[in-house]
């Protein structure tokens, strides 16, 4: 009997353990490193990598009260979403462009034109809704 309860414990502490590394790899796997912050006009563009991919994130230029502030070598949770994905309407028609790989540079406010970079593997452009400015909001 006592066999049993050890044998138990023993499965049972191991599948926790198990599960903890799980979700440790997962935290990992959802994080984005930042290795480059630039600067254009109104706008921070943060450059991060997750696994192989690379993002080129924008972010407009505006205060936030509670700051985590994002800094290079480091590495964030990002809630992304890509330009691409943000279909233009005219007069209340959806205008689905003929591929993401047609568009270089976007034109924001002010004229500002930011463009995805292909020869470094940079094909969208992504926005965070948890970033304000230079801000992780939590």
Not at 8 to 14: K, L, S, T, V
Not at 28 to 56: C, H, L, P
Not at 59 to 69: L, Q, Y
Not at 123 to 135: F, I, P, Q, R, S
């Amino acid at each position: 009997m006592n066999y049993f309860v050890i044998l138990f414990i023993m499965f049972f502490g191991n599948s926790c353990n198990s599960q903890q590394k799980s979700i440790k790899s997962q935290e990992v796997t959802d994080r984005y490193n930042v290795y480059q912050i630039d600067s254009i006009d109104n706008y921070f563009i943060i450059y991060a990598k997750k696994e192989n991919a690379i993002f080129k994130i924008v972010s407009k230029k505006e205060e936030s009260e509670r700051c985590n502030m994002i800094r290079i070598n480091s590495s964030y949770i990002f809630d992304l979403y890509s330009h691409s994905s943000v279909l233009p309407t005219i007069n209340g028609e959806t205008v689905t462009p003929v591929s993401v790989y047609d568009v270089v540079c976007y034109t924001f406010e002010n004229g500002t034109k930011i463009c995805t970079d292909r020869k470094n593997g940079i094909y969208d452009l992504y926005y965070a809704k948890n970033v304000k400015g230079l801000c992780l909001e939590e």
